[in-house]
């Protein structure tokens, strides 16, 4: 699994 | 969080006001774009899932169902009671084109294939092209409200302050990686780039925006 950061955009 | 994304998230939020304003000032939706914002509820409602599965913080939970009430808020005045004043024949863009085009890159360009995380790109591209229909219809009548203009300026600038956020971002925060975002909301600031002329040419001299046909 690659690197995604954590969704904390809106 | 960072002083680019608050004013990102701010822009955002004055620019549903401003179309809010708009709309019960004049008591009317002359000018503005229902397929646009039936997208922007599309968007939000996709996107925005995460909140029963995710919490990060009071912030984005608020934000989140304030943007998915507020757009919804919009549709219904657009759609029941200022329904006469709704400029039908001029609202004319092909937004299957724009759903088929979101919806192949959702399946193409996915993190991770789980529901969440397609219905979650989805929502990027389609983000990035909602505007399309609503600039459309400004292009084709030639000028708007200086409210509606504000609206459309307060929008694109919300994106271009993200792009900022995710530059600073990326220079300080070591792992902070979202192609897909990336791309997405670069194409949505662009989509802007004629707008963004038109607007500071016509604030300049003071008067409303008005486009060359």
Known sequence: ?10 | MNLFRLCGDLSHVVSIVLLLLKIRATRSCVGISLKTQFLYLVVFVTRYLDLFVTFISLYNSVMKVAFISTTAYILYLMFFKFKHTYDKDHDTFRIQFLIAFAAALAFVTPHRYSLLEVLWTFSLWLESVAILPQLYMLQTTGECENLTSHYIFALGLYRALYAVNWVYRYSTEPGYWQPVTWIAGILQTALYGDFFYYYVASRRRGKRLKLPT
């Open chain 1, 1 to 10: 699994d690659s690197i995604e950061t954590e969704k904390d955009e809106l």
